[in-house]
């Protein structure tokens, strides 16, 4: 399914990476920002490392989580559908969605203002005082629902003396999805790694705020989930029909009223986050239709021209030149339409009737043997080639895995699906400025783009392949263990947090005031008894 034409083709695929935008999508639009409890940051899509007849999705929601922030942390929402959504035919409609509902127990919250009065070690430990829970239906094209899995939600990782371990609780919070498939739900230190500061005038206006992984410490809610290959391709069948598309969405009770303390949610479920590439709706879209765009499916995408003309005349590229002096490519930029609403392929459909510019097979959904030409639908999606199952060079021979993914002559990586490793920040910045057009870019003044080549953490290399959420913030000296490291995870990977030792910083007060006031967490609802006894206690520390 991968044919790379002539020597041109292969060296234009390789400068093309991911388009108009690269980058996470924490508080994109102006009404999500007031509910980041429904806010997607960011969607993952890559063939699973350990069963390659396998498909991982990554899902993320509610970033920017400092892991000190109690009392309440970062639930889910009770009243919200968090949907992975995928399309095998290229219609721009989902044709499988997976979609999480929670529930909330927090009964023994009642007399107390803790999350947990003692250490959690499993997700049924009584000292865990607040719990979530969750049921994960499969939907298929036809409406018909059916119940994969049920489970409870890691939670939030309050510190190293209420959590001494939270690989642990990644294992027990990792559910069977059907009869071959897998799910993790919970907190994780967010995979995702940038300089936040391309805000500030895209690094300062002459690139000296570069450099600082500013997501580095902070953590997400996640949900992990693996399936068979034919279970989400086209007709049941892999082998024919590789491609998939893939996005998130949340869809929210539309009627929210208030009340004595209570909040009440009825009527019909309304869509209020969405999200395929990274960024699109961050930097792509201008601020007046983010909200509407966060409401849309990706088949209304290429109706309204607003939206297609922020992606053939994207808005970043003549920032740079206004701030750098860089000269913008040349539009429209058709070669972004074939990325971002096409998938890259060499008789991809245009919306101007043009040819494709980009003389490669990859990713879009007309390679599938059972797709219908008639029936393909542009749209913003991000789109993944399952038959590509290990780092793979244009010529189709084995390679290491680049972090610039195809950029870097790996076509398993970014734009192709999205990996936890690829560097899509330094990609799309390169491929803004036109690299497909012209390979002089690469070597270009942009070409270090902003020097976060890493996530601050290591992945692991088994399911669910994320890292365990971080109860300190590595940005904060003085939240970092005694000799100054980073705690470590799963199989020694550096973790940010999870088997922090307790007593080692991060957590807060919080984090069961265990340190402080051992033994006075009494009574089956765990009511905090803080006598003179205590007292004289935390005057003596």
Excluded at 93 to 104: H, I, K, L
Excluded at 182 to 210: H, N
Excluded at 407 to 436: C, E, S, T, W, Y
Excluded at 496 to 505: K, L, V, Y
């Amino acid at each position: 399914m991968i044919v790379a034409g002539t020597a041109v083709a292969a060296t234009a695929l390789a400068l093309v990476p991911a388009g108009a935008a690269s980058a996470s999508s924490h508080r994109e639009a102006p009404l999500i920002a007031d509910a980041p409890a429904y806010d997607n940051t960011d969607v993952y899509a890559f063939v699973s490392p350990e069963s390659p007849d396998k498909v991982t999705f990554v899902a993320n929601w509610f970033g920017l989580q400092e892991p000190n922030g109690g009392p309440t942390f970062y639930p889910w929402a009770d009243d919200a559908y968090y949907n992975i959504k995928i399309d095998s035919d290229g219609d721009a409609v989902a044709d499988t969605t997976y979609r999480y509902e929670f529930t909330t127990d927090d009964e023994a919250q009642q007399n107390t203002f803790l999350y947990a009065n003692g250490p959690v070690e499993s997700l049924d430990d009584e000292n865990l005082l607040f719990k979530q829970y969750y049921t994960l239906t499969k939907i298929d094209a036809y409406g018909k629902e059916t119940v994969v899995a049920e489970g409870q939600a890691a939670p939030s990782n309050t510190g190293p003396a209420s959590v001494p371990d939270y690989d642990a609780l990644i294992e027990d919070a990792t559910e069977p999805v059907g009869k071959d498939g897998k799910t993790f739900v919970g907190q994780i230190e967010d995979p995702f790694f940038l300089d936040l500061r391309v805000f500030d005038l895209l690094y300062g206006g002459d690139l000296s705020e570069v450099g600082q992984d500013t997501l580095a410490g902070y953590n997400v809610n996640t949900t992990v989930l693996e399936v068979p290959i034919d279970e989400v391709a086209l007709n049941g069948n892999g082998t024919d029909n590789p491609v998939i598309g893939v996005w998130s969405t949340t869809d929210r009770a539309a009627n929210v009223t208030f009340g004595g303390g209570v909040e009440e949610s009825s009527g019909d479920y309304v869509q209020v986050s969405r999200l395929g590439n990274p960024l699109v709706n961050e930097v792509v879209i201008q601020v007046g239709l983010k909200d509407a765009f966060n409401a849309i499916g990706p088949d209304v995408d290429a109706t309204i021209p607003a939206v297609v003309e922020r992606v053939t005349d994207p808005e970043v590229p003549k920032l740079v030149e206004a701030i750098y002096g860089i000269p913008a490519p040349a539009t429209p930029r058709n070669d972004l339409v074939e990325i971002f609403l096409t998938g890259i392929a060499i008789d991809a459909p245009t919306l101007d009737g043009s040819a494709a510019p980009i003389a490669a097979d990859l990713n879009s959904q007309i390679l599938n043997a059972d797709a219908d030409p008639k029936t393909f639908v542009p749209s913003e999606m991000l789109r993944l080639n399952t038959a590509i199952k290990e780092p793979t060079t244009l010529a189709g021979e084995p390679t290491r895995a680049s972090r610039l993914g195809v950029f870097g002559d790996d076509i398993q990586g970014f734009p192709n699906g999205r990996r936890l490793a690829d560097d899509v920040v330094d990609i799309g910045l390169l491929a803004l400025q036109g690299a497909a057009l012209d390979p002089a870019v690469v070597s270009g003044p942009l070409a270090g783009g902003d020097e976060v080549d890493t996530n601050d953490a290591e992945f692991n290399d088994r399911f669910p392949y994320v890292v365990a959420a971080s109860n300190l913030n590595v940005n904060d000296e003085a939240n970092s263990q005694g000799d100054g490291t980073v705690a470590q995870g799963r199989d020694g990977a550096p973790a940010t947090g999870g088997a922090a030792p307790s007593g080692s910083g991060g957590g807060g007060m919080f984090d069961f005031l265990g340190d402080l006031l051992p033994g006075v967490m009494t009574g089956a609802a765990g009511m905090v008894l803080i006598g003179a006894g205590a007292t004289r206690h935390l005057r003596q520390k």
